[in-house]
């Protein structure tokens, strides 16, 4: 059984979610997709715990070896984005039962599940697989799956939200379905430790080059990086809250780890680095997007958006990190991965509790709010202390090696932008506390605290930011273990 | 009691005191006498460490690793000692004071206020004892954000300003400047633990350690070294129990402590003086006395005088540390005590004036000395500790700051601790003589006889106006205790 724990990760979830469909009964729909979440929470700890101490997994489906059948490779890169996905969708889906119904009309709900399974499968199965179609099948149900997602949104204007979203994320799957039928011409496999190996070997050519670009662009647009990530904020804001929470904790996450994995282990780094002297591109962009995109987070009337605006700044962060391509820097990048995760996830479904209650995140229905849900915004608070980076907080610890990374390699001006994205956080955050600490509670509001199932949800993302940011030592060993694997050396 | 355990609980129990006072809301009298008896405890804890550090020990308490090489620690060493002395100390003479001010003025929120207020000792407490330059920074950024909401108690409209500035400008500084030279630090020295001698000396240039000097002492904008002092005067809005411990005590006095800190044991006394930014910054710490005590003079407000009188004696405690000689380090830690006292009897005075007599301005306080003798006869004494005359205990302060200017050769440094004690001899005694020998207002409806603030009021006053005059016969222990940080012969 626990030889075939790779495969059940991403199977059972798999067969779950027509059964999520087909039984047509909201409340069981739920416990199917809360089984599947637990499942794969668990079962992404175990790989994790086990990569960590016994090396990487190798699984061969249905006993074809690799090059020819499809090959699951585990090890501490991916183990680490299978549990960030697995937890959040764990501490999503307790979350959603109240939320998704007071979100989503009735009859839709089984099918919401549905797709809630499929979405979270698809990000697994990318994470889990060392086959690079295998990763755009994967992608395109993790995608179709979203664009439904974002669709049942309660606000119209989540169709066009979805539409654009699809529109451009068909647009970065093609990209991607571009770059690997070009490596599988000039290569002959799919298999990707059989990619690195072939890749050094070919004659200089202008193929893999231009395959290199598509895969870049393809990737950076579906992980949001500045300036392909006009389709995140519509998304993120018209969703259901409980889509917006899990989505932004965890989609773009594993197209980070997408991008790792295709320029540190199938292209290397001295090809990515030296010869395409990617972080010339990655590193610009990065910056940009910090500044750029949390000063616009400023301007946003609807939290939602805000909080969607800072995660592309907050993107800029972990591409920082990849772009500085030494182990420090990656470091930083694979653990901001996580910290973001908690980080986002505890102000979205903060701002799910507002909307189960006040029935609008627009800051100016906010007024006075921390009277009548005390707790709700004192988890908005929380997780703002650490978006900004306040100590004791995993903000704090992400910055700490980003910073350092940046200061190692000389690149001080690198690590203003970073201090400076944080104080442009303290601005973002402190907009919403002033209006619901400062202003008083509209006097015709009846507004109770958000029911318990959330709130408990939604703290226990909160402490985790707590948890991870006084002890940091299993994250950052994790992080650690993955940069070296990545950049190969230590395994 | 062990000393690792001795330490633990006095940070730990004034966190613990800050829940009963949360849990006894309903209760005032058993609230209050609840923060008492913690205030208490917690002196008697402290008081428990004096005797390991006469024996030449520093107790130390590991907590746990955060990240590799990063303790969250705490060691005992003689002038957080004496920080924490002063701020437990004065905490329990406030908390009296308080009951009679909060009560007088019918303050709303008082729960909240004692349960910030407690967080704001054990951060204060915290930064007295951390091991090194993160656990200091953590427990700063603590004392930070708990005193937000002491500041902007009254939720109206200008408090939500001022907590703007405050926050805008502490946050801004420790993110942008504290930080990176904490960070910087790290990467130089490989460690970030206070070390006697400094860890820095021999690890990078001139320019780079000066920078990074730089960085520190503008980083710490709780010392209020122009020009990010604003938020000082901006902090006045707060209850004036506020006013008296945090701004003249726990909180600046953190901020001082922390350029101590820094220059003693980060860089040390030998490379602090051997940098050219040292001198620069002297001169910047001079030209703050001098401006604050200028500014001091044209505010008609009596606490926005106490306000700028304060951010001038605070760069008295940063030239102390640019000395960078034995005396001028003494000077400037005995500096931390004398003008905790004497600071703390002039607000409580300017907050017994405004209740009692509901005065704000001192051209209004005309000849108020004769219906509150006791307050302005405390606020006399306290007056003359800070312009350090005798029979105060400012003058041994002072009186080591002068010698510290002279060992240092820099006769021009002394002219400037003599022009600024000249001119808070006028703007500070002004007060209490117009009040004794002016004659009223016309437009003042003053009382037949005495009338005084609360009684509580009045006995924190006496005590600490008492004690004041007590560190003049008996500096013994503030003297004992800074020798120990810079060993050395006798005077």
Excluded at chain 2, 303 to 314: E, G, H, N
Aim: aromatic residues 12%; neutral net charge.
């Amino acid at each position: 059984m626990s030889h075939h724990l790779p495969v059940l990760l991403v199977v059972i979830p798999l067969v779950a979610a027509p059964f999520a469909a087909l039984v047509n009964r909201p409340r069981v729909s739920w416990a199917i997709a809360l089984g599947s979440a637990w499942w794969a929470f668990l079962a992404a700890f175990a790989l994790l715990r086990q990569v960590m101490a016994d090396g990487p997994i190798h699984y061969a489906l249905g006993d074809w070896a690799a090059p020819y059948g499809i090959e699951y490779v585990v090890d501490p890169a991916n183990a680490w984005v299978l549990l960030i996905v697995g937890m959040i969708a764990a501490v999503v889906t307790p979350y959603a039962l109240l939320s998704i119904e007071r979100e989503v009309p009735d009859a839709r709900i089984p099918l919401f599940y549905a797709a809630f399974i499929l979405c979270m499968t698809g990000l697994l199965g990318i994470a889990i697989t060392g086959d690079v179609f295998n990763v755009f099948v994967f992608l395109e149900i993790s995608s179709l799956s979203a664009y439904a997602l974002i669709a049942l949104g309660r606000d119209r204007r989540a169709l066009t939200a979805s539409y654009q979203y699809l529109i451009m994320g068909s647009v970065g799957a093609t990209f991607i379905v571009i770059g690997i039928g070009l490596l599988y011409v000039m290569t002959g496999t799919l298999n990707m430790a059989d990619l690195a190996q072939i890749l050094p070997e070919l004659e200089p050519n202008r193929t893999i080059p231009v395959a290199f670009t598509f895969l870049t662009v393809g990737i950076t647009l579906k992980l949001a990086l500045f300036p392909l990530h006009l389709w995140l904020p519509n998304a993120y804001t018209y969703a259901p809250s409980v889509v917006t929470a899990f989505i932004a904790s965890t989609a773009t996450k594993v197209a980070v780890y997408l991008l790792l994995r295709f320029f540190f282990t199938i292209f290397g780094a001295s090809f990515s680095f030296g010869e395409m002297q990617l972080d010339k591109v990655l590193m610009p962009l990065a910056l940009v997007a910090i500044l750029t995109m949390s000063i616009v987070a400023i301007y946003q009337d609807n939290v939602k958006r805000l909080l969607a605006y800072s995660s592309v700044a907050q993107i800029g962060y972990m591409v920082l990190g990849i772009s500085l391509a030494s182990a420090l820097g990656l470091t930083a990048g694979i653990l901001h991965l996580f910290n973001h995760a908690l980080m986002k996830g505890a102000l979205f479904m903060a701002m799910g509790c507002v909307m189960y209650r006040v029935g609008s995140v627009r800051i100016e229905r906010m007024n006075g709010l921390a009277r009548a849900m005390p707790w709700t915004m004192a988890a908005f608070v929380a997780g703002g202390l650490s978006i900004i980076g306040v100590p004791l907080t995993v903000g704090f610890i992400s910055k700490w090696y980003l910073i350092q990374a940046a200061l190692e390699q000389g690149l001080w001006p690198v690590a203003v932008v970073v201090l400076v994205g944080s104080l442009l956080a303290v601005v973002y955050v402190w907009k919403v506390v002033e209006v619901a600490y400062f202003r008083d509670l509209d006097a015709d509001a009846d507004i109770q605290e958000a029911p318990l199932s959330m709130l408990i949800a939604t703290w226990a993302l909160v402490l985790a930011n707590f948890w991870f940011g006084i002890d940091a030592s299993a994250t950052t060993g994790v992080a650690r273990r993955a940069a070296e694997v990545l950049l190969g050396v230590g395994s | 009691m062990s000393s690792g355990l001795l330490i633990a609980l006095s940070v730990l129990l004034p966190v613990a005191g800050a829940f009963v006072v949360l849990a006894l809301g309903k209760w005032p009298n058993a609230r209050e006498a609840v923060t008492l008896i913690t205030g208490g405890g917690t002196l008697w804890l402290v008081s428990g460490l004096l005797p390991y550090l006469r024996e030449g020990a520093r107790p130390r308490l590991d907590i746990l690793e955060v990240v590799p090489g990063v303790q969250l620690a705490f060691e005992v060493e003689p002038l957080g000692l004496l920080f924490a002395f002063v701020a437990s100390f004065l905490w329990i003479v406030t908390t009296i004071y308080a009951i009679g001010y909060m009560r007088g003025h019918e303050e709303e929120n008082q729960t909240r206020f004692y349960f910030f207020f407690a967080i704001a000792i054990a951060g204060a407490i915290g930064v007295a004892f951390s091991a090194n330059l993160f656990t200091l920074f953590a427990f700063y950024e603590v004392l930070t954000l708990c005193t937000f909401p002491l500041v902007t108690h009254h939720q109206t409209d200008e408090a939500r300003r001022a907590g703007r500035v405050y926050l805008g400008v502490l946050l801004t500084t420790s993110i942008a400047f504290q930080l990176l030279a904490i960070i910087w630090t790290w990467q130089l020295a490989g460690t970030v633990e206070f070390t006697q001698g400094g860890i820095l000396a021999g690890t990078a240039s001139a320019g780079v350690l000066g920078a990074i000097l730089v960085l520190f002492v503008f980083g710490v904008g709780k010392a209020a070294v122009m020009p990010f002092h604003r938020w000082l005067p901006a902090a006045m809005v707060a209850p004036t129990p506020v006013s008296a411990l945090l701004h003249a005590v726990a909180v600046v006095k953190a901020g001082v402590f922390t350029i101590l800190k820094v220059s003693v044991y980060v860089f040390g006394l030998d490379l602090l003086g051997a940098l050219a930014a040292t001198a620069w910054l002297a001169w910047a710490a001079a030209a703050t006395i001098i401006l604050g005590s200028l500014i001091a003079f044209t505010k008609d407000n009596l606490k926005a005088r106490l306000a700028y009188s304060t951010i001038s004696q605070l760069s008295y405690i940063v030239l102390g540390a640019l000395l960078a000689n034995r005396w001028g380090v003494i000077g400037g830690g005995m500096h931390i005590a004398m003008h905790a006292f004497g600071k703390i009897t002039l607000f409580f005075a300017a907050g017994a004036i405004l209740v009692a007599a509901h005065e704000k301005d001192i051209s209004r306080m005309h000849g108020l000395g004769r219906t509150m003798p006791i307050t302005f006869g405390a606020f006399f004494i306290g007056a003359l500790s800070i312009i350090g005359l005798p029979p105060a205990g400012g003058s041994w302060s002072k009186w080591f700051l002068g010698m510290g200017t002279l060992e240092a050769g820099q006769v021009g440094l002394l002219a400037v601790l003599m022009v600024s004690s000249l001119l808070g001899l006028y703007y500070l005694l002004e007060v209490p003589v117009k009040a004794f020998f002016f004659k009223p207002p016309e437009d003042a409806h003053r009382p037949e006889g005495i009338h005084e603030a609360p009684t509580a009021s009045l006995i924190a006053m006496i005590v600490t106006a008492t004690a004041t005059i007590g560190l003049f016969a008996y500096p013994d222990l503030a003297y004992e205790l800074m020798s120990m940080v810079v060993p050395g012969g006798a005077p």
